[in-house]
């Protein structure tokens, strides 16, 4: 009798085993089950919306503790995971696990549709959408969607104007904190990415991706409309405007609007008559880099555009184009007036003026005005005395 006793409270100890590992607590919301009754409550704030730990400090609130706990590092600068490989420390477990495909090269999120891999399951995510097209993220300003939420809130600053990282060593201010760290390059010189094909430098990652394709000849982004290709997905985006004809970036002051993120920096100086670009030669300043590389022509007498006709040379693109019309008879400037055209833009100018009757140009002796500057400068002789060379 003892012995059938001591068998039944074993047979009746694993069945209180069995009842407390088993998920006897559910969710009326979802169906979901539970071990713990804890669990349940903490799981049951996913549904009612009800954060009860706060943040004693920016007064943020959670719905579990554990992810207060995990907040209040961002206040403290606690970070209790370290990597054993490089020592790069991290706030949050997740993070760690993350970083450390850094070291293994593991890329376990897998695209069902083109079987390209990921490291992290958010780059998936974002990864998924160039191929569904989908643009969850709408602006509430001007209704421009977006397949990502960093690039809404990028995005944003266009209509605040904000720029909320600023340069300690000139003080511009930046709206995206890798634009200011890459600014930051300017003044340290620094060159961290290294070509492995010719060892050419480069102070940002995308630049060195760039020029890679120099050695590869890879164009991997097609446009749809042409067939055009492209060798950056950028440029892809600024090409689709031509035919979109879409000017997404708008200036404050003026309303003018551009399909460039670049042209709209540059139109922004003729409202601040900022000119960044000086030459170390003559301390002239220019408002844009190009202005600046030509004018340093002046200087070096550097003749880089060669007319394969004639062999002439110019030290601008523009002039060279305007040359070529003597080769080709090209007159692209037409005279809305009678018809009569031009090769060169100024010549269309200055005809316009038989039509207005405009002079411009005016004798400082005797005030007599002309429509040509070599009219007033054949004008100004009768006051010199300089013998007319014909």
Known sequence: MATSGMGSDVVEGESVARNVTAKCYRCEECSKEFSQLCDLKSHVRTHTGEKPYKCEECSKQFNQLSSLKTHM????????????ECSKQFSQLGSLKTHM??????????????????????VLKKHIHTHTGEKPYRCEECSKQ??????LQKHMRTHTSEKPYRCVECSKQFGQLGNLKTHM????????YRCEECSKQFSQLGHLNRHM????????????????????????KKHMRTHTGEKPYRCEECSKQFSEQGHLNKHLRTHTGEKPYRCEECSKQFCQLV?????MRTHTGEKPYKCEECNKQFSQLDSLKTHMRTHTGEKPYKCEECSKQFSVLGSLKKHMRTHTGEKPYRCEECSRQFSALGHLKKHMQTHTGETIQM
């Open 185 to 192: 390059l300017t003044h340290t010189g620094e060159k961290p």
């Open 213 to 236: 394709q120099t050695h590869t000849g890879e164009k991997p982004y097609r446009c749809e409309q042409c067939s055009k290709q492209f060798s950056q997905l950028v440029q892809l």
């Open 73 to 84: 590092r961002t206040h403290t600068g606690d970070k209790p995971y370290r990597c054993e």
């Open 101 to 122: 495909r850094t070291h293994t090269q593991e890329k376990p999120y897998r695209c069902e549709e083109c079987s390209k891999q990921f490291s992290q399951l958010g």
């Open 146 to 151: 977006f397949s990502r939420l960093d690039s």
């Open 291 to 295: 202005q600046l590389k030509k004018h």
